[in-house]
């Protein structure tokens, strides 16, 4: 069964452009997490989806967004690109939501902002 | 102080030796994972817990609520299981939101 696919796997943009990343789940899954790493934070939460719907968010700025589809891939859109936004992001997909046993993870995007 | 510590931050070992990483956490969780990552960035799940032991392979996690400590028992260490592992929780006011550890750098040498 294939795994969470990322896309695309390595990005380098301008600062002040903006950046769309995208996850398709393993198939079955509802839900779809995003997470940043940096190496001074660590992995930080983004923001999950659930049916369409932003479940939760994380304590970032309204530069970073996203969405789902009716299929269940999401997408993740960052405006006015920072320096400091240069990041592993990283999506997990799961089963159903709350109580769902565990998570997938993607390979990744590496954002690089010059 | 963060809400889930990890310790030690870097564990250098010997090929064979049983390697032990720890992860304190000061929230209530309704789970606990154990992630394992390699250089290049993919995550890998390895376990998820509520309570007790698991164990799969050479790998064993164990929870203790009650503390609110869990740990990561890697016995027989091989080169392969170079990696960075991460601790992570589901707290219980946040659905599927994951709080992380800042990780343990694993180096297993032949």
């Known amino acids: 069964k294939a795994g969470v696919t990322q896309t695309p796997r390595y990005l380098i943009k301008t600062r002040g452009q903006q950046v769309t990343l995208s996850c398709s789940p393993i198939?079955?899954?509802?839900?779809v997490s995003w997470y940043q790493q940096t190496p001074g934070q660590g992995l930080q939460f983004l923001f999950e989806?659930?049916?369409?719907?932003?479940?939760n968010k994380g304590n970032f700025p309204g530069r970073f967004s996203g969405r789902q589809f009716s299929n269940s891939r999401s997408e993740m859109n960052v405006s006015t690109l920072e320096l400091g936004d240069s990041a592993l992001y990283l999506c997990a997909s799961s089963l159903a939501g709350r109580g769902s046993p565990g998570y997938t993870f993607g390979s990744g995007t590496r954002l690089t902002v010059v | 102080k963060n809400e889930v510590e990890q310790s030690p931050q870097n564990l250098t070992a010997q090929e064979g030796e049983f390697i032990t990483i720890n992860c304190s956490y000061s929230v209530g969780i309704s789970a606990l994972h154990w992630l394992q990552q390699h250089p290049g960035g993919g995550i890998v799940s390895l376990f998820m817990l509520s309570s007790g032991k698991k164990k799969h392979g050479r790998l064993i996690a164990t929870i203790n609520i009650q503390e609110k400590h869990s740990s990561l028992h890697i016995t027989a260490s091989h080169p392969r299981d170079s990696a960075v592992y991460i601790c992570a929780v589901r707290q219980e006011t946040s659905g599927s939101r994951l709080t992380f550890g800042e990780g343990t750098q694993l180096t297993v040498n032949p």
């Open positions: 198939s079955g899954h509802r839900s």
């Open positions: 989806y659930f049916s369409e719907t932003q479940r």
